[in-house]
């Protein structure tokens, strides 16, 4: 698998990603250790996780099969999400949480660093200043490599970028993560421009539209799918609509023409978009990660792509 660069930095990631989202929840430690094999031997590196998902258990698992050697640790590029939720103790963003939370994370993962500490939401209470300095103080003591944003709104990338500038390269951001698809693009209205000025790279989550754009919801919904689960319904939900089924139909059209899948041509398109660094997919079980896998092959045709440019275009 190709890899990239982060924006201008020195880190190297897949350009296709692994998400643990499900792992404790849908997917099980056997099914997640089947994953993460698969993902490696297709050179994966990037492996994306958070303390939220299954409040600590993908990462208990995650860390699980890196204590029993599964895969190699260094083969890896762990990019751990967490922290205190805004307003959580009224100290979100507060040094002392901040690495309180990321010595907890580091714990479940049984490892002594992350390569990518993916910081949590802004929050206004706490000076920027005292959120950066616990980057700073992580980055010195070997436990955090690189540092990201989760989600930021465009101007809020820029104002971290020009305070972390100030404050030297130790604590600069890399990359900025957000959700990014056919059927949400609202990344490139100012999140990516503004990323693209101050040398991030974007990791795209849900390029799948949720998995609504592999088209498994065209006549319904599957009983095994996610929007059958009650723990994912919602947030599959809230990407089905009369816009969504025209998008949809558009990449169905698409895989039909070009003998692919249309799983294939969604996430080939988010895959290639100008400041990705890497498109961030989640799966059930090693089966479907391997079909997201396959896209590795694949590259769109400008026609194709201009195409789904128009139809997906932001309204």
Known sequence: MLRRRVGGSGLQVSRI?????????????????????AFVE????????????GDGTAQDILGAHLADGLV?????????RGGPPPGALGEAPARGALLQALDATLGRLRTDRLDLW?????DSSVPLEETLSAVQVAVLAGKVRYAGLVAPAGWQLATVAERARGLGNVVMPVSAQAEYSLLHRGAEAE???AARHHGLGLLAWAPLGRGVLTGKYTDGTPADSRAASPLFAGYVEARRNERSARIVQSVLTAADGLGTSPLT???AWVRDRPGVASAVVGARDAAQLTASLATEAVSLPPEIRSALDDVSAPV
Request: hydrophobic letters at 45%; zero cysteines; proline letters at 4%.
């Open 118 to 122: 993916q910081l949590p939401a802004w």
């Open 265 to 267: 041509v969604a996430l």
């Open 17 to 37: 990603g692994l998400g643990t989202m499900t792992w404790g929840e849908d997917t099980d430690a056997d099914g997640a250790g089947e994953q993460l094999i």
């Open 42 to 53: 297709a050179g994966g590196t990037l492996v994306e996780t958070a303390d939220v998902y």
């Open 191 to 193: 999140l990516l421009p």
């Open 72 to 80: 190699d640790r260094d083969d890896l590029v762990i990019a751990g």
